[in-house]
């Protein structure tokens, strides 16, 4: 069964503080892994895209990684800002012709002043 | 740009009652997407299409109806609202459905049957 599982489920730290997020899939057969921003009320917006031969990716200050080998993905905030408070959710693809995607339920992130 | 657009943004709903939940994008994309939010699971896929007058199941596709008469626009339709359908419908388009097209998801819709 293709399945997404992320952690913590929710996480809180302080404004410039440094984070990492944890994804692990068993999704077969996998196209590529995306995370998502989910702010409250929000559609979920792309962060980034990674390929089976992509080991990092960075948009800005998100670095999300790729090990297809033990798949597993971290998606690391730095310097958070209060802005940065939202859901973050690993989305794996999967298929070779219309892909579907498996979501996982997200980890809630809460940056306090 | 507006992107994906949801109407309405909340709605209210006896059991049995019908509505219809309109999404409309202005990117030209040719797939859309109907997903479903629920608490402590992922999105969950009701209803897709590839293109203009095309639709096809997703994974809960029972008790939903879908509609694409305009590349633009993708219609979900509950035609007998029951509380199992209490949830957070969300919107999604993307160019293609193959390779690493990125989708674009609208702000949802709030639905609640009582």
């Known amino acids: 069964k293709n399945q997404v599982e992320q952690s913590p489920q929710s996480l809180i730290i302080l404004e410039g503080k440094n984070c990492t997020l944890q994804?692990?899939?068993?999704?077969?057969?996998?196209?590529?892994l995306r995370w998502y921003k989910q702010d409250t009320g929000r559609g979920p917006v792309s962060l980034t895209i990674?390929?089976?031969?992509?080991n990092t990716k960075s948009n800005g200050r998100y670095t999300a990684t790729l090990d297809a080998d033990t798949k597993q993905s971290s998606l690391h905030i730095t310097a958070s800002q209060l802005s940065d408070s939202a859901s973050y959710i690993c989305?794996?693809?999967?298929?070779?012709?219309?892909?579907?995607?498996?979501f996982g339920t997200g980890t809630r992130l809460l940056v306090s002043p | 740009n507006a992107g994906v657009t949801q109407t309405p943004k909340f709605r209210v709903l006896k059991t049995g009652q019908s509505m219809t939940l309109l999404c409309a994008q202005d990117?030209?994309?040719?797939?859309m997407y109907w997903y479903r939010q629920d608490p402590g699971m992922g999105l969950r896929l009701i209803h897709y299409?590839?293109?203009?007058?095309?639709?096809a199941k997703g994974e809960v596709p029972d008790g939903y109806n879908v509609s694409r008469l305009k590349k633009q626009n993708f219609l979900l339709g509950l035609e007998s609202a029951a509380p199992s359908q209490t949830s957070v419908y969300f919107c999604?388009?993307?160019?293609?459905?193959?390779?690493?097209?990125?989708?674009?998801f609208g702000s949802g819709t709030r639905l609640t049957v009582v």
């Open positions: 989305v794996v693809s999967a298929g070779t012709g219309f892909q579907k995607l498996v």
């Open positions: 990674m390929t089976f031969s992509e």
């Open positions: 999604a388009s993307s160019r293609q459905g193959t390779a690493n097209y990125g989708y674009t």
């Open positions: 299409s590839v293109g203009e007058g095309t639709t």
């Open positions: 994804c692990n899939y068993t999704v077969s057969p996998f196209s590529n």
């Open positions: 990117m030209n994309h040719e797939y």
